[in-house]
């Protein structure tokens, strides 16, 4: 188990970053979406 340690400790770290990545990714793009629509909603207004 301890010879496989390192391996599963990378994988963890790998795993959890791309969930990080893919959130903030997903974040980013709800908050450009959000002010695309709130522009669009003054200068009809």
């Known amino acids: 188990m301890l010879s496989h340690f390192p391996i599963i400790l990378i994988e963890v770290i790998l795993c959890f970053g791309g969930v990080l990545l893919f959130a903030g990714w997903q974040l980013r793009e709800l908050k450009k979406l959000r002010k695309e629509r709130e522009n ?5 207004s």
């Open 40 to 44: 669009k909603q003054d200068t009809s």
